[in-house]
């Protein structure tokens, strides 16, 4: 009986011992499942950050395209100017005097009725657009008329 009494502890104390291990079982994978979400939720916030700095990078090259394009489409304005300017051809050299005396006088023009919009209105958006409409005005007639440098190069 001795041995059986002995079996039947030894069974209890397995018992107790596999209920033991499987407590620590389950506590240590509540540590693994916590330590794995952790480990989820930093890699999910890189990839958010990730996902905002990709977004702000295509916004900026976005606004560099566009930026690009109104350049282009500035020098492209520019240029067909200085050639429809250049297109005058052959004409009577009156013509040509009075066709070179239009950007000045519309320029003095443009400034005199600024002016005239200055002393008159009292609003100040009314002003700082006439100012600006002026000052464009200028810069485009006149902005890339001067001649340019050859910096001690010769043209062939």
Do not use: C
């Not at 540590?31 to 950050?49: I, L, T």
Request: hydrophobic share 45%.
């Amino acid at each position: 009986m001795a041995d059986l009494m002995t079996l039947g502890l030894d069974a209890a104390a397995g018992g107790v011992f596999g209920i033991i291990g499987t407590a620590f079982g389950r506590v240590a994978g509540f540590f693994e499942r916590r330590d794995a979400y952790r480990q989820e939720k930093a890699r999910w916030e890189h990839e958010y950050r990730l996902h905002e700095l990709n977004m702000k990078s295509r916004e900026q090259e976005s606004r560099i395209e566009l930026e690009l394009a109104n350049q282009v489409g500035s020098w492209s304005g520019l240029k067909a100017s200085i050639e429809a300017d250049a297109a005058i051809g052959r004409a009577s050299k009156w013509v040509i005097n009075v066709l070179r005396l239009v950007r000045p006088s519309l320029t003095f023009s443009l400034w005199l009725i600024t002016a005239g919009i200055f002393v008159q209105t009292q609003n100040q958006s009314i002003v700082e657009a006439a100012v600006f409409a002026a000052t464009a005005s200028t810069l485009w007639w006149f902005g890339d008329r001067a001649p340019k440098p050859s910096y001690g190069l010769s043209r062939q």
